[in-house]
């Protein structure tokens, strides 16, 4: 048996490499799309709809509307509600601002009032 013991030769060498170096840009592309995928799914979670601060009162509001069908209480605080699972922490909050607050009942009537770093309902 005749053994060649020159080893790889340039021509060789250039077309393994090359086939190497395609591997790897093929793989780079579909790491890259796989992470921007993934950051534009987090940014759309994180992104959803801010709410107005009258809106976060009528949210708090129907929160009370219903809670208040079940538990006949005149002062219902969005502690309350958050606690029993009636309204949810995004529907309290306005472009990063946390509102906390409480719905007075009166004769049927709802009355909410919120307080918000940037934002308090008059006569809170």
């Known amino acids: 048996m ?3 013991n ?3 030769s340039l021509k060789e060498m ?9 591997a790897m840009l093929v793989v780079v592309f579909l790491i890259n799309g796989l992470y921007n995928n993934l950051e534009s799914s987090n940014k759309s979670n994180h992104e959803s709809k801010t709410y107005t601060y009258q809106e976060i ?15 006949s209480i005149n002062l219902i605080t969005s502690e309350d509600l958050l606690e029993m699972k009636y309204i949810d922490l995004k529907k309290l909050t306005s472009s990063n601002d946390i509102c906390e607050g409480y719905v007075l009942v009166e004769e049927k009537e709802f009355f909410p ?3 918000c770093s940037k934002y308090e309902t008059e006569g809170y």
């Open 2 to 4: 005749l053994l060649n």
């Open 6 to 8: 020159q080893g790889w």
């Open 14 to 22: 250039l077309f393994l490499t090359s086939i190497l170096l395609v």
């Open 57 to 71: 009162e009528n949210n708090l509001k129907e929160a009370a509307k219903k809670y208040y069908k079940k538990e």
């Open 113 to 115: 009032f919120i307080t």
